[in-house]
């Protein structure tokens, strides 16, 4: 099974400013995927994180707000831009290895903004 | 939209089993049926996954009707470390999962 490290663990951040979540994988997987999970919420999936191309976002979700990067196999990174309050969540990056296959998690990224 | 439908809650004593129900009505045939689990603060933990015949690994048993239209998860001999919520999920037509609301488990001693 993938193991997935994912950083910052919890951050607290000013309005306005941004933060780049990191997340890497111990071994090369198809697909990367982030989710958002609101206090007391199921998780809502962001994006796909397509390896050497622009990631596709789900309703509601735009790139210029959360732009996503993935240079290889094995790492991704999301960047909450222009934070407001209500972005304050825990961001989850996953992966999965193939079809049909299970999807591994990070341990998420705590955010805070004041 | 969820596809599925799970209780809200469960309680369940340690040490007994526990039987965590799922329907999954409308599920086509190569949907697979896949169960995580959320412990408080943590990322979602893998369980166990399934298309039509029951499933066992170290963690848990699934079991899947022969419709297929619900599946049951057993933990065999629940622990404290047992709680948590417990998602049981399948895929949109666009592979995505769906995450719904789960069953919020909690052992009692």
């Known amino acids: 099974s993938a193991v997935i490290s994912q950083k910052p663990s919890r951050d607290i951040c000013q309005r306005g400013t941004s933060l780049t979540i990191q997340c890497q994988v111990d071994s090369q997987v198809t697909m990367m995927f982030w989710y958002r999970q609101q206090p007391g919420q199921s998780l809502t999936l962001i994006a796909t994180a397509n390896q050497g191309s622009e990631a596709t976002y789900e309703s509601g979700f735009v790139i210029d707000k959360f732009p996503i990067s993935r240079p290889n196999l094995t790492f991704s990174t999301l960047t909450v831009s222009n934070m407001s309050p209500e972005d304050s969540s825990i961001y989850l990056c996953?992966?999965?290895?193939?079809?049909?296959?299970?999807?591994?998690f990070g341990q998420g990224t705590r955010l805070t903004v004041v | 939209d969820a596809k599925t439908t799970q209780p809200t809650s469960m309680d369940c004593a340690e040490g007994r089993a526990a039987n965590l129900p799922c329907n999954h009505s409308t599920i086509s045939g190569n949907e697979y049926v896949y169960w995580y689990r959320q412990i408080h603060s943590q990322g979602p933990q893998y369980i166990i996954h399934?298309?039509?015949?029951?499933e066992t690994n170290e963690m848990a048993s699934l079991i899947i009707t022969e419709d297929r239209k619900s599946s049951t998860l057993i933990l065999p001999h629940a622990t404290l470390r047992d709680t948590a919520v417990y998602y049981c999920?399948?895929?949109?037509?666009?592979?995505?999962?769906?995450w719904g609301a789960g069953t919020k488990l909690i052992i009692k001693p």
């Open positions: 996953s992966a999965e290895e193939g079809m049909n296959t299970e999807a591994f």
């Open positions: 399934g298309l039509k015949n029951n």
């Open positions: 999920i399948v895929r949109d037509s666009n592979y995505q999962l769906i």
